[in-house]
């Protein structure tokens, strides 16, 4: 299997996915075979496709995943976005609730075989979850059985973790949530970073947050994310390289 990392956050919209890409940049940069994943994904856009059939060019409606083209554009994948994102929703919630409103399972052995197939052509595949640790994929096969969370999902893919936080007014408690969380059940997290998702507010907050989790987390601040004005190629390239601690990172690979 590849190596890699399993990124998760304290919540969504924290920006896992703009860290995600920021890893595969500062991870290409090592000279390795970097690729991105979003194994489900929720609050698809639907859009017409022409798709060939055997014999007519007919058009299908298909369900384009944000992250999953982002993700796949930013570590300059050809793959199909059906190896990328190969669990896709449209209704903007949690993938458990999507699935009952769509009627359609979640079918965790399609994700298995796209990122067998993901770490078959790539070195290092970074993977970004969904929501939080404790947001349900499916229901447990019994009434006595717990649901598949993110966590379990984090669990098989055997990848050490990323937590990204915000950095202002209360990510301590949830940083320091997620993090101990994730360890008590026996994950292996790497680290946190904390992301600038808005302009900084330049409050004391956010000055003496970073100092605070450093001393009671159990892991270290893997980096400080800035605010950018754009999220093109080349400035997350950039904003990656400075703001990253590439030696820790290096470790896991
Ligand atoms: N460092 C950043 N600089 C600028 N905008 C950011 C940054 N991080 C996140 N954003 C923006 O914040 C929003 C949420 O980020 P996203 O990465 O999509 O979060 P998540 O994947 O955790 O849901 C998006 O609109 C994204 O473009
Ligand atoms: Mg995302």
Do not use: W
């Not at 009671?216 to 601690?245: C, H, M, Q, R």
Request: charged share 25%.
């Amino acid at each position: 299997m590849a190596r890699g990392f399993f990124i998760t956050g304290t919540d969504t919209g924290v920006g896992k996915t703009v860290v995600t890409a920021a890893l595969i940049k500062a991870i290409r940069l090592l000279g390795l075979k970097v690729c991105g994943m979003k194994p489900i994904e929720t609050g698809c856009l639907k859009s017409k496709l022409k798709v060939k059939s055997s014999k007519l060019k007919v058009k299908e409606e298909v369900l384009i995943p944000s992250d999953g083209m982002f993700l796949r554009e930013m570590a300059g994948m050809n793959d199909s976005i059906d190896l990328v994102t190969p669990i896709r929703f449209k209704n903007p919630l949690a993938p458990l609730p999507a699935s009952e409103i769509e009627g359609v399972p979640v079918d965790l052995k399609v994700i298995q075989k796209a990122y067998r197939e993901l770490s078959k052509n790539y070195d290092v595949v970074i993977v970004e979850g969904i929501g939080g640790l404790l947001v349900p994929i499916t229901k447990g096969r019994s009434p006595f059985e717990t649901p598949y969370f993110v966590l379990d999902l984090a669990k098989d893919f055997g990848l050490p973790i990323v937590v990204v936080s915000r950095p202002g007014l209360g990510t301590i408690n949830h940083t320091m949530l997620t993090v101990n969380y994730a360890t008590k059940e026996g994950l292996n997290v790497a680290g946190i970073i904390i992301n600038y998702s808005l302009p900084p507010e330049g409050t004391l907050a956010e000055d003496t947050n970073p100092e605070v989790i450093k001393q009671f987390s159990p892991v270290p601040i893997i980096g400080i994310f800035p605010y950018l004005e754009d999220l093109k190629s080349g400035t997350i390239e950039k904003a990656a390289v400075k703001n990253l601690d590439i030696k820790t990172i290096k470790k896991y690979l």
